[in-house]
């Protein structure tokens, strides 16, 4: 049985999530790419792969802000991006909450601008449109009202039981879990872009006995070592090609 995440690996929402994430942190509603410093969004979309709760896209937005002028082209690296995440009081549940909120607000205002920076990432949502979809999973750290939304205006039919979102502060732990207790398989695999919830996953759920088979998805919010590191903690990273040629034939 195999799980996909969403946002890097079906859908291209960096653009979405970076507007949203200086929204929440301005407590305006902008709509359009060209009322942030191009600076700032080039750092958020070089860094963007270190952030794994949506919340923390604020931290990394608010660094941004106030480093872009300075470090135009800094790449934090695994432990400085953490101790950013450290001087931060605000639970990581409460600023994916408030980030949730401004999202439904940013729709509201103009639904065409929030759906016009996302985008499918193909040809993995040709693949899923041609084959059935009653068994389609996804597992991701978006929020229900969203995922669902995007899947309907570009035409994926998807079970709104199969889609185990980031509400509620819910992690993909806590997701996995209910999946298992769902579907009752005794293997799954799963295909996410960050190392960090792939790596948070497998030492969860895999012990003596391999349950999850882990899928670095090398065309989503990637940093420059990921494909290196995922094949050295024994995952499959896979180009987008491969994984089309493989696909569904091999998972």
């Known amino acids: 049985m195999l799980i996909f995440d969403f946002d890097g690996v079906l859908m291209d929402s960096v653009r979405e999530i970076a507007v949203t994430a200086y929204n929440t942190l301005t407590g305006n509603i902008v709509t359009r790419l060209n009322r942030i410093a191009p600076q700032a969004l080039d750092l958020f979309f070089r860094n963007r792969f270190h952030v794994q709760p949506i919340g923390d896209a604020l931290v990394l937005m608010n660094w941004c802000l106030e480093t872009s002028n300075s470090q135009p082209h800094k790449l934090l690296n695994e432990k400085e991006y953490d101790n950013i995440l450290q001087q931060v009081e605000e639970p990581a549940a409460g600023r994916t909450v408030r980030f949730f909120e401004t999202r439904s607000q940013f729709k509201a205002k103009d639904i065409k601008a929030w759906l016009a920076l996302n985008e499918p990432v193909q040809p993995v949502w040709r693949l899923l449109l041609e084959r059935p979809s009653d068994d389609l999973v996804m ?3 978006k929020n229900r009202e969203a995922t669902i939304a995007l899947c309907t205006h570009f035409g994926l039919e998807v079970s709104n039981d199969n889609i185990y979102s980031g509400d509620k502060g819910a992690t993909k732990i806590d997701n996995f879990n209910r999946i298992m207790q769902r579907f009752k398989k005794s293997t799954y695999a799963f295909i996410d872009d960050s ?3 792939l790596r948070e996953i497998d030492a969860h759920f ?8 882990l899928i670095f998805a090398a ?11 995922a094949r050295n903690l024994g995952y499959q990273a896979l180009t987008i090609e491969e994984f089309a040629d493989r696909f569904p034939n091999e998972f």
């Open 206 to 213: 895999n012990g003596d006995e391999k349950v999850v088979s």
């Open 219 to 229: 065309w989503g919010y990637t940093g420059p070592n990921d494909v290196h590191l």
């Open 195 to 197: 190392v960090k919830n």
């Open 139 to 141: 597992l991701t750290n």
